[in-house]
């Protein structure tokens, strides 16, 4: 009786591991699958460190390969631990995209306040030859950013 009691009990560990483990396996085939290109990228800086953004960004182009979409996912960080009346300032994160004649356009941009939170951000475009980031800081009340890190490139159609 105890032998059975005891196989039973294996056998719905075994069974609650394997189904635990298989939709964190799903998700990760499906996290890159589907995409020609698929890769992490960060952490990107603004001045002095006190900003970063990370994320994740997937091109799939379509069988022609003559347009593409894209999608970058992400984490904006604001590390500026000084209260607003001592100066401190929100994270800021803005994306650029080249189209195929290799004109820049801005495309995305985020804010946010919160030390020492972060603050998920995800979008999407279309037909781009490549996609950049660059990480700021900018006063709680303002509009104009400040403390820019450098551009980072995240994709070019070139290098692939």
């Known amino acids: 009786m105890f032998r059975k009691i005891a196989t039973g009990l294996l056998a719905v560990a075994a069974t609650g591991a394997l189904a635990l483990s298989m939709p964190a396996a799903a998700s990760a085939a499906t996290a890159s699958g589907g995409f020609d290109y698929a890769d992490s990228w960060g952490p990107v800086y603004a001045k002095h460190r006190l900003a970063k953004a990370t994320g994740w960004i997937g091109v799939e182009w379509d069988e022609h390969q003559e347009s593409n979409a894209v999608s970058v996912r992400g984490r904006l960080y604001d590390l500026d631990r000084r209260t ?4 401190g300032k929100c994270a800021y994160v803005k994306v650029q995209a080249a189209d195929f004649h290799h004109d820049w356009d801005e495309v995305y941009t985020r804010k946010f306040c919160g030390y020492p939170g972060a603050k998920k951000f995800a979008f999407d475009v279309d037909d781009v030859s490549a996609v950049r980031v660059k990480v700021c800081q900018i006063p709680p009340n303002r ?3 400040t403390k820019c890190g450098h551009w980072e490139y995240l994709y070019a159609a070139e290098s692939e």
């Open 84 to 87: 607003y009346g001592q100066g």
């Open 143 to 145: 509009h104009w950013v």
